[in-house]
């Protein structure tokens, strides 16, 4: 079993990360935002990117770590109505600094800001 996101999850092209930001809708909750747009790769893609200001490099890969396992074991996925048969979404997670907050915490708010996309 597999207990990291495959390299085709990951958002690593300049262009993708400008688009998602260009075209996409933004949600925030307490220390981050989330900005989602959609895809025609029929499944989602994630990238995690800690503010410019967001502590030393192990705290920014702690919290990179963090949100990618976060995202991995979430059972349920972005899902507006019956889109997703045939598109998926790209999703970037801007952190921002400010207390270092517990796993249970990060994921709550990570559930909050999905809940806020899907329109709960």
């Known amino acids: 079993m597999r207990r990291s996101l495959s390299k085709e999850v990951i958002i690593r092209s ?3 990360i400008d688009r998602i930001f260009r075209q996409g ?8 935002r989330l900005i ?6 029929g499944f989602d893609r994630f990238i995690v990117i800690p503010a410019k ?27 507006p109505g019956d889109e997703r048969k045939t598109t998926g979404h790209d999703i970037a997670l801007v ?7 517990p796993y249970s915490l990060l994921e709550s708010d990570f559930n ?6 899907e329109g709960k």
């Open 53 to 79: 200001k967001y502590g030393n490099s192990v705290q920014r890969n702690r919290i990179r770590r963090q949100m990618k396992e976060i995202f991995r074991l979430s059972d349920r996925r972005v899902v």
């Open 95 to 101: 952190v921002y600094p400010g207390k270092v907050s």
């Open 25 to 32: 809708k933004k949600f925030t909750c307490r220390g981050m």
């Open 112 to 117: 909050e800001l999905l809940d806020r996309v």
């Open 36 to 41: 989602i747009t959609a895809n025609t790769l």
């Open 14 to 16: 300049r262009q993708d």
